[in-house]
């Protein structure tokens, strides 16, 4: 079935955050402690942010409320489902928002 969640986090994802976007702050989310449904992950980089909601697949279940805030942050800044299949995407776009570089 492919990689855990955490294991994408870990190993693809944050590795490619961290050369593409030197010093960007990764702020993981607590579950306990934050609203139900807030995506997973807050990136801080220079004077921007966005955040991500991270999946182990295009298919995984979403938890009630995550549209809702995806939607609402991406109206703010950005904000977007993140998986393998689409990871290079997402990294094009924050190129977008981090460094006005569109693709």
């Given amino acids: 079935m492919g990689k855990l969640e955490s294991d994408f986090v870990k190993d693809d994802l ?9 010093g960007i702050v990764i ?8 609203f139900q449904g807030v995506p997973d992950h807050l990136l801080l980089y220079e004077d921007k942010w966005a955040a991500l909601e991270t999946k182990r697949a295009v ?27 689409n990871k290079q995407q997402v990294l094009d776009d924050l190129e977008c928002v981090f460094h006005g570089v569109c693709k």
Wanted: charged share 25%.
């Fill in 59 to 85: 298919r995984s279940k979403r938890q009630p409320n995550q549209e809702f805030y995806v939607e609402k942050l991406n109206n703010l800044s950005y904000s977007a489902f993140v998986h393998p299949g």
């Fill in 14 to 22: 944050k590795p490619d955050l961290e050369a593409r976007f030197p």
């Fill in 27 to 34: 702020i993981k989310q607590d579950p306990n402690t934050s």
